[in-house]
């Protein structure tokens, strides 16, 4: 199992900060039929780690589709709202945070994380469903 998993999370103690989290309301998708979702993102060294949701996770409700996508650019995690390159669509941070746990090493492995800042709890997304639990 060594090299598999990544350790993410710091300790604030250490003096260094959290990985984030942000959930950004994405309008205007060129291939999303519904013309709105969300996309979630969690920060992964130089870039982020992203999945299409329908809606945003709530608390201890029904698990959701989540459809992985390319990485998406750090700067999406800061408050902002702009258009999206290549003409598809618009963007607009909607939930922050921060996250600890452990961020497997594969792109496509279960992913199980807690939670702080505007959404709280365990999040997990496996077998291709995001869900957000109480921790």
């Not at 060594?2 to 998708?29: D, Q, W």
């Not at 959701?64 to 999406?76: E, G, S």
Request: net charge positive; proline share 7%.
């Amino acid at each position: 199992m060594a090299g598999r998993f990544r350790r993410v999370g710091r300790l604030k103690a250490e003096g260094k900060s959290l990985p984030r989290y942000a959930l950004l309301r994405h309008t205007g998708a060129p291939d999303d039929p519904s013309g709105c979702h969300i996309d979630l993102l969690l920060e992964d060294g130089d870039s982020c780690r992203t999945w299409r949701l329908a809606t945003v996770p709530q608390l201890n409700a029904a698990a959701q589709p989540a459809v992985p996508l390319p990485a998406h650019r750090k700067v999406w995690l800061e408050p902002r709202s702009a258009a999206v390159s290549g003409n598809r669509g618009w963007a607009e941070r909607i939930h922050a945070g921060s996250y600890s746990g452990v961020l497997p090493n594969a792109t496509d492995a279960d992913v199980t994380l807690q939670l702080e800042g505007d959404l709280q709890g365990c999040l997990r997304i496996a077998s291709g469903y995001c869900s957000l639990s109480n921790p």
